[in-house]
């Protein structure tokens, strides 16, 4: 099941959006295929009901255990906008995390030797934000995904930078004096669109102009 597009922001572009890697379903169709091979060599060996019975009972949980798990897994997304991280899961229910890109401090992803190999592993993320410090299981190509995610993270950064220059109108524009940019900055650090210190980076850089 995807993403669904109508929960994106205006002008937010959907980027990644990925289910858990297969091997998250690896446990349950094993159990099921192994009782479907069992029920097929009971019901070869006897006709007796009360082999062939328990075995039926235990294909049906197998059956049963593995629809749940499927379920799970098409209903969970790790998603990847041009704007925040979200991740959400829940078959009837439903339980989500969502991330700005601009709260995120680290990214980092661990693998064993077998998910290098098949391209599965876990994906860590230190933000800023209230949720802390957060790690998703059976991300496929966890490296790949954390690439993107810095490129994401770039790119926001620029996107927000364009839209402090549009505020500030060109060089002839009145407002385009160095303290009046220095104001515009402030203005935009109290409305949290940019953070103390991005905030005093630019202001440095303005500085440095006089």
């Given amino acids: 099941m995807p993403f669904p597009r109508k929960l994106l922001h205006d002008e937010e572009e959907l980027v990644l959006d990925l289910h858990p890697h ?8 094993a ?12 019901m070869a060996m006897t ?3 009360w082999a062939q019975i328990p075995v039926g009972i235990l294909i049906l949980v197998c059956l049963l255990w593995f629809g749940v798990r499927y379920a799970r897994w098409v209903t969970t997304n790790f998603v ?5 991280l979200i991740y959400r899961h829940g078959v009837l229910s439903k339980h989500g995390i969502e ?6 401090n680290t990214v980092f992803f661990r693998q064993s030797l077998f998910e290098r190999i098949i391209g599965s592993g876990d994906l860590v993320i230190e933000s800023a934000s209230e949720t802390g410090r957060q ?14 995610i810095y490129l994401q993270i770039e790119a926001n950064e620029n996107r927000k930078y364009d839209r402090v220059g549009a505020s500030m109108g060109g060089p002839d524009d009145p407002r385009a004096s160095i303290p009046a940019q220095i ?26 102009r006089m």
């Fill in 22 to 29: 297969w091997w998250y379903l690896v446990p349950q169709l």
């Fill in 31 to 42: 159990a099921l295929l192994a009782s479907v091979v069992l029920g097929g060599v009971v």
């Fill in 47 to 49: 006709d007796a009901a």
């Fill in 80 to 84: 990847v906008t041009t704007d925040r």
């Fill in 99 to 104: 991330i700005p890109l601009d709260r995120v």
């Fill in 135 to 148: 790690a998703f299981s059976d991300v496929r190509r966890p490296n790949a995904v954390q690439n993107e």
């Fill in 183 to 208: 104001r515009e900055l402030d203005e935009l650090r109290k409305q949290g669109l940019l953070t103390e210190a991005e905030f005093a980076a630019k202001k440095r850089q303005l500085l440095d």
